[in-house]
């Protein structure tokens, strides 16, 4: 410990640094109470000019602007009552105005006190009187304009009612005359299409029978042929049959035309070539005479009478056709002049109607336009902003008015026709009667004109207020420039003098800096200051100076030395307790189990335990040594091969764990060349320091890996035995909730049967790997609907499925036979677009099925021995769903009742009648699920229908009222026509 050093002090009174800067600032005082003399001295001065200017030429200027702006204000507001249209917004314009003028007329009797009774006072007051006077002109003109537009628009209101009307009375009339124009058409081309239907029909009926007749002869001249040039006789009984079978249809079809209008010519050739088969010497018997006589083994020779036979026979049956083909013609031809006639008065008859329905039509329609023009006219008038472009549009209108009472004339009595001529005359009046529409919009721009000249009057009055204004606000600017002037002059000297004490203030405070506060104050606080540095950095030998002052830099200077004292006693004590403390870190860093080191804020290393050491950086192969960075380490570890992450990857291996090391928090794991894991801590100081932990965890990494591999070999049988089960079975056995015992449980179950229909026949027609594709890809689909809808796939028996829904998980018993219904819906659909696929791919017969489901108590759960179970439900509830399943159609639903109550709210059934099964002593009520009602009532806006000689289109959602009210009628009088089975006419009057 170094001895405190001993200074000694001057002896007498000594003035100290307070009273020396006392009687230096005291200096620089005076100088300001001189300087404040000066500044007072202008000061006064300018506060002299500046009153004259407040009291005299700010009061004028004041006055001039109000007057200029309240005539501003006014000048704006004036055209506001031009643009208003509404009598309300005109009286707040109005009352606005007023409130201006008053203030004007303020204003001029307050300008008096200042401009006093002068010339230019008496020009402002004239000014103004004029201005009010012309705002009150325009204010009566614009009252009189709104007041008249007001009723031009009632009027115009009137009109677009009064022309509404018109419209709505005429639409009915157009569209009945259009509708009884268009039925009256129908109803003629129906009964003439009926008539001609009928008679095509029975026309072709007695051409098909004449061909039907012809062939038959054919083929009897075929047959007797054929018996002529027979080579055996076992051919004959064949020949024979098919005779007699020809016989008695000619025979028949003769027995009819005798009946009906006598008989042909050509029956009688038909029965001359029938002759040539019966009667004594008949073609038959001379054919089995001949194969009598002839030799066994040898071809039998025509006789000469069989020869002759078979010439008749072909000259009979020339001479039959070409009667025969004459008759055919005669038919053809009755038909089609009878058609002839037929559309020749149905031609004349439509012509009729159309000429009387065109002109109805006409009518109306030149009406509605009339009308429709005459709005026109009065509407596009009220727009006019010119008096001059009213009187064209009155020519056009007298000309219009003139072409709808022509037409009224014409029009009929009718009520619907007395209203329409009603409303069409009130139109008129809008345009003719008293105060019409031209004269109140004629009045209106009058009125108008007389306001926009009372405007700009009015603004030519606000003009030349405004220039009286601007000469007030010149003079009394001229005499503000001039008292202006004389504060200048005062100003400019005041700071002339200000400067010369400004000069000589800061002349002596430079003085006092250099030879006083800068030797004696300065420079003594900078050696003690730089004293005080030093020390504080821990060099306790520094030199103290002037020590030997006795002022208070002496003080400071005695103070700091023994405080210097007492810090070099107190580091000598310090650094024997932060050896010890070190000591025993050391100790403790080295006695934990984990590898323990810290890196300071540089990233150097500070401290580490030889488990650090031993662990990852043996001595042997790599020196650690206290002072190297964490990147110099890591970076020799990975040139030694010690990382095993780091193999063929060392510069990114590197640049990672350089990352993390800079991180506040790290942990992670690394793994080792010789098969050890490293579990690696990380934290940061508050200082930047770095401390780590490092654990050996290579056992725990064994234990996971050998876990990881049994998880992954029970995954994957998992995986192959969920294939087996259903995904809710599968579910209820790994969660625990079926542990496998042989145990069963009533409960209320939806079970659903379904296969496909012919399966064995289509079995027999395709190959085996087709079928099988087919039929796997069946099943994929049906199931993954089924597991959609949440349901149990209990078993696949061929091409048959079976599946239930309510175990082992269910919503209820109604919502589980829903879903299970609307899977069957579902499972239909998409048979029906997996058969449009399978058609592209080759496969001619589509794919149908057929499926049952029943609701009721089953018994399900585990059935089988303790080695084999399976889950399942039995009882007759499983057995109704099979019964129902193989009563039902090809593509049908067929469900029972219980199911039926618990869907019929969302679900369109069709009942079916009740069956009798196996099993079930009672008959069995039985539905057929069809579809949503959603979708039904969806479809049922719309109505598309399209059989033979029908088509019906019909678009229910964007129907109006009144087209059903027509449609309604027409399906009306076409149920009558197909009733009585003839064209009705339509009653009188009827519009539909």
């Known amino acids: 410990m170094t001895a405190p050093q001993t200074v000694k002090k001057s002896a007498g009174p000594t003035l100290k640094i307070n009273g020396k800067l006392v009687l230096a600032l005291g200096f620089l005082a005076a100088m300001s109470v001189v300087a404040g003399i000066i500044a007072w001295y202008s000061f006064d001065h300018v506060s002299q000019s500046t009153e004259k200017i407040t009291h005299g030429s700010i009061p004028e200027i004041e006055v001039a602007l109000q007057l200029a702006q309240i005539s501003a204000e006014i000048s704006a507001s004036a055209p506001d009552l031009m643009a208003n249209t509404e009598l309300e917004d005109h009286k707040k314009t109005v009352e606005a105005l007023n409130q201006r003028a008053f203030r004007l007329s303020e204003l001029t009797d307050r300008s008096r006190d200042v401009f006093g009774e002068s010339e230019s006072w008496r020009t402002l007051k004239d000014i103004e009187h004029e201005l009010v006077l012309s705002l009150g002109t325009l204010k009566n003109d614009v009252e009189t304009r709104l ?13 677009t009612r009064l022309h509404e009307t018109f419209l709505l009375r005429m639409e009915p009339l157009i569209d009945d005359a259009v509708f009884e124009f268009v039925m009256q058409g129908e109803w003629l081309s129906a009964r ?44 004959f009984g064949p020949l024979q049959t098919r005779y007699s079978a020809l016989e008695a249809e000619i025979e028949e079809n003769a027995a009819r035309w005798a009946a009906e209008a006598g008989e042909p010519a050509f029956v009688d050739l038909a029965q001359t070539i029938l002759d040539f088969g019966r009667g004594p010497d008949n073609i038959f018997i001379l054919k089995e005479q001949e194969l009598w006589q002839t030799p066994p083994g040898q071809s039998p020779a025509l006789s000469p009478r069989l020869v002759q036979k078979g010439n008749l026979l072909r000259i009979s049956h020339e001479s039959f056709h070409t009667v025969y083909s004459s008759a055919l013609i005669d038919v053809v031809k009755n038909l089609e002049n009878r058609s002839q006639s037929e559309t020749r008065q149905s031609g004349s008859e439509l012509s009729d109607l159309i000429l009387d329905g065109a002109n109805t039509l006409h009518l109306l329609l030149s009406l509605r336009a009339e009308g429709n023009l005459v709005a026109s006219i009065l509407g596009e008038m009220s727009n006019v902003p010119d008096v001059a472009n009213i009187g064209p549009f009155a020519e056009r209108f007298e000309a219009s008015e003139a072409r709808i009472k022509d037409m009224l004339a014409d029009l009929g009595t009718a009520r619907e026709k007395t209203e329409l001529r009603n409303t069409t005359l009130s139109l008129l009046n809008i345009g003719t009667g008293e105060n019409n529409l031209f004269e109140i919009h004629r009045a209106e721009l009058e009125s108008s004109g007389r306001a926009v000249m009372a405007l700009a009057n009015a603004r030519e009055i606000a003009a030349s207020l405004q220039a009286e204004v601007a000469k007030l606000v010149a003079a009394a600017r001229e005499r503000g420039v001039t008292a202006g002037g004389h504060s200048t002059e005062v100003i400019e000297l005041g700071r002339s003098l200000l400067v010369l004490v400004a000069v000589a203030s800061l002349a002596t405070a430079v003085l006092v800096m250099l030879f006083y506060i800068r030797p004696r104050i300065i420079r003594p606080l900078e050696n003690i200051t730089g004293a005080m540095t030093r020390l504080a950095d821990g060099d306790t030998g520094v030199d103290i100076p002037y020590r030997g002052r006795n002022d208070e830099v002496g003080d400071m200077a005695n103070a700091l030395a023994v405080f210097r004292d007492t810090a070099i006693e107190i580091q000598e004590s310090n650094h024997r307790e932060i050896e010890e403390g070190r000591r025993r870190l050391i100790n403790a860093i080295e006695n934990i189990s984990e590898g323990f080191s810290l890196y300071d804020a540089n990233d150097k290393l500070v401290v580490c335990n030889s488990v650090y050491r031993d662990l990852f950086f043996p001595k042997k192969i790599i020196e650690t040594e206290i002072g190297k960075s964490f990147e110099e380490i890591m970076r020799n570890a990975t040139k030694l091969a010690l990382i095993q992450d780091a193999l063929d990857r060392e510069t990114d291996w590197l640049r990672e764990s350089l990352e993390n090391h800079r991180k506040r928090l790290n942990s992670g794991m690394l793994r080792r060349s010789d098969g050890r894991w490293v579990l690696v801590n990380e934290r940061k100081t508050e200082d930047g320091s770095t401390v780590a932990v490092y654990s050996d965890i290579t056992q725990i990494k064994q234990q996971e890996q050998a876990i990881s591999e049994q998880s992954q070999a029970l995954e994957r049988l998992s995986n192959q035995l969920a294939k087996y089960l259903s995904p809710q079975v599968y579910a209820s056995i790994f969660e625990g909730r079926n542990r496998g015992d042989i145990t069963s449980r009533r409960k209320k179950l939806t079970v659903f049967f379904s296969d496909i229909v012919g399966f064995t026949e289509i079995t027999e027609q395709m190959e085996a790997e087709d079928l099988t594709r087919i039929l796997n890809q069946y099943l994929t689909e049906m199931s993954e609907i089924a597991l959609e809808y949440g349901a149990t796939i209990d078993k696949f028996v061929g091409d048959a499925i079976v599946i239930f829904f309510g175990d082992p998980e269910s919503k209820g018993v109604k919502e589980d036979a829903l879903a299970c219904v609307k899977m069957a819906l579902a499972m239909k659909k998409r048979l029906q677009e997996l058969n449009e696929g399978w058609l592209e791919m080759g496969v001619e017969k589509p794919l149908q099925c057929r499926m049952g ?26 057995n109704l769903a099979s019964r129902l399943e193989s009563t039902a159609a090809t593509g049908e639903i067929r469900i029972s009742h219980e199911t039926y109550a618990n869907v019929k709210d969302v679900i369109l059934c069709g009942k079916r009648k009740e069956i009798t099964v196996k099993g079930f002593h009672l008959p069995i009520n039985t539905y057929v699920a069809q579809e949503e009602r959603d979708e039904v009532i969806s479809e049922a806006e719309t109505i598309h229908e399209e059989l033979q000689n029908v088509r019906l289109d019909i678009d229910l959602k964007n129907m109006t009222p009144a087209a059903r009210r027509k449609t309604e009628a ?23």
């Open 147 to 159: 007041a008249e537009q007001e009723e031009r628009q009632d009027a115009t209101g009137q009109l």
């Open 192 to 235: 003439s299409n009926v008539y001609i239907a009928d008679l095509v029909e029975s026309s072709m009926q007695k051409v098909g029978e004449f061909l039907k007749f012809g062939d038959t002869i054919d083929d009897l001249e075929g047959v007797l042929s054929a018996v002529i040039l027979a080579s055996d006789l076992d051919s």
């Open 853 to 878: 489901i029943n609701t009721g108590y089953c018994t399900v759960g585990n059935f089988g021995s303790s080695e084999r179970m399976d889950y399942t439900a039995i009882g007759n509830g499983v």
């Open 970 to 992: 027409l399906l009306q009088r076409v149920l009558t026509q197909i009733a009585t089975g003839r064209p009705d006419d339509p009653p009188d009057g009827e519009d539909g």
